[in-house]
Nanobody
Framework: QVQLVESGGGLVQAGGSLRLSCAASGRTFSSYAMGWFRQAPGKEREFVSA????????YYADSAKGRFTISRDNAKNTGPLQMNSLKPEDTAVYYC????????????????WGQGTQVTVSS
């Protein structure tokens, strides 16, 4: 079983940047796709981005395109999410998750989750 731990959240001013990390442990991550989701207070959890661990193919929500970049470090078994040009509406708890199926944006299709990391963007 894969375990996921997020880090890198914090408080940043609008226009700033943060780099989130998702560290995977346990069995090899190579057979999974990793996704990032976020959940703001009172809102449903929403898809942000995903990467296929083996091929490196990526997919982004419209809200993340051009500002966020997902990647993976095979040697370290981590999956960073670089977030630039942050906006107050990006404020949320960010979660990384794993699924055996590529192309999934529905959080119900992901069966392994980290504990989340808070990102707060001030105006």
């Amino acid at each position: 079983q894969v375990q996921l731990v997020e880090s890198g959240g914090g408080l940043v001013q609008a226009g700033g940047s943060l780099r989130l990390s998702c560290a995977a442990s346990g069995r090899t991550f190579s057979s999974y796709a990793m996704g990032w989701f976020r959940q703001a207070p009172g809102k449903e959890r929403e898809f942000v981005s995903a990467i296929a661990w083996t091929s490196g193919s990526t997919y982004y929500a419209d809200s993340a395109k051009g500002r966020f970049t997902i990647s993976r470090d095979n040697a370290k078994n981590t999956g960073p999410l670089q977030m630039n040009s942050l906006k107050p509406e990006d404020t949320a708890v960010y979660y990384c998750a794993a699924t055996a199926f590529w192309g999934q944006t529905d959080p119900n299709e992901y069966d392994i989750w980290g504990q989340g990391t808070q990102v707060t963007v001030s105006s």
